[in-house]
């Protein structure tokens, strides 16, 4: 016949108290380990010899508590790692404030002196590229053959003139590219424009981002190219 004993010193499961605590630990797989620690023992302890109870399930549930807690000591590891690469990241990209980023769109912002660096992706072999720029009403107001190129990224620029070559006012332009492939296919090309690192800040999740004098913002990984 099997006896009972005192069970007084193992932790009773309180609702309130428990709802309490969650707040301010939601993993306490410490206490629940040291809590199945003592229930093992004392089942073993107070167990039927002629009726031996099965600590199998109860081995392989701790095995398994113990697992979880080392999961989540490692995501607590990894959290603080990611954090400091960011941190490291963001300082990194401090030193870019000042330089020029090529960076995908469509839209010029021309301050009126300064020349455009843009950019055109190419994915096949071309014959020829025709670069085009328009004004904030649609007006063509430039056009240049950039001729043939080979797979990959090709560098101009826009000096601010117009297809007779005068000065053109500060504003919004827009810029499209058409290219001929060398099997005689057309295609759009992805154009790229370069603009000035204007500050570093960070996104919702605490990631790099940007902020170019166009008014652009945008993410490291966005950035084609880097122009001195």
């Known amino acids: 016949m099997a006896t009972v004993s005192n069970l007084s010193q193992i932790k009773q499961y309180d609702p309130l108290a428990t709802a309490a605590k969650a707040g301010n630990d939601v993993t306490s797989t410490k ?6 620690l003592k229930m093992l023992t004392t089942q073993l302890r107070n167990q039927d010899p002629m009726n031996p109870t099965d600590t199998a399930s109860m081995t392989t549930q701790l095995a398994q508590l113990n ?10 590891t990894m959290t603080s790692l990611l954090s ?7 300082m990194n990209y401090s030193s870019s404030v000042g330089k020029y980023a090529m960076a995908a769109s469509k839209s010029l912002s021309f301050d009126g002196k300064t020349p455009m660096n843009l950019g055109a ?12 720029i328009s004004d904030d009403k649609g007006n063509v107001i430039a056009k240049e053959i950039l001729g043939a190129h080979s797979t990959g990224m090709v560098n ?3 000096d601010g003139t117009d297809s007779d070559g005068k000065p053109v006012a500060a504003g919004k ?11 005689g296919g057309t295609f ?5 424009v370069a603009s000035m690192v204007a500050a570093i800040g960070k996104d919702s ?8 004098a166009d008014g652009r913002a945008v993410a490291p990984s966005d950035i084609a190219q880097w122009i001195a």
């Open 31 to 36: 206490d629940m380990t040291q809590n199945f």
């Open 67 to 76: 697992m979880v807690d080392s999961i989540n000591q490692m995501k607590g």
């Open 84 to 90: 400091q690469i960011q941190s490291s990241d963001f």
């Open 121 to 132: 992706q190419l994915v096949n072999d071309v014959s020829s590229v025709l670069a085009t």
């Open 156 to 158: 101009f620029s826009w």
């Open 173 to 183: 332009y827009s810029i499209a590219l058409s290219a001929l492939s060398t099997e």
């Open 188 to 192: 759009t090309p992805d154009s790229f």
């Open 205 to 212: 999740n605490k990631n790099p981002l940007l902020t170019l």
